[in-house]
């Protein structure tokens, strides 16, 4: 009887309750991540398709993957900023 109660929930979990994955909500993705990004996928596609050089300007170009990742880390530190900024904020006005 427990399993059948169990597997009930868990269908009407998944059929009505939304579940998106543990970093869906990225409130801090702006278009300027959305340029990198797609600049990244061209120039690492365009790579590929010239056999993956280790050097020249096709590898040169490839270094935009670089400014991809860093612009996210960038964005995910200033989230992390922002936040603590916050809470310190509102625990000032509580004091």
């Known amino acids: 009887m427990y ?9 009407g979990a998944k059929l009505y309750v ?7 909500y990225k409130f801090w993705w702006d278009k300027e991540l959305n340029a990198l990004k797609e ?20 590898f040169n170009k490839k270094a935009r993957r670089a400014q991809y990742r860093k612009a996210i880390r960038e964005g995910q530190k200033q989230n992390t900023i922002r936040y603590t900024d916050f809470l ?8």
């Open 88 to 95: 310190l904020e509102m625990l000032a006005l509580k004091i």
């Open 39 to 58: 600049a990244a996928i061209n120039s690492n596609k365009f790579w590929k398709a010239a056999d993956k050089p280790r050097q020249g300007p096709i």
């Open 18 to 24: 939304l579940s998106r994955q543990k970093h869906f």
């Open 3 to 11: 399993n059948e109660i169990v597997a009930v929930l868990n269908t």
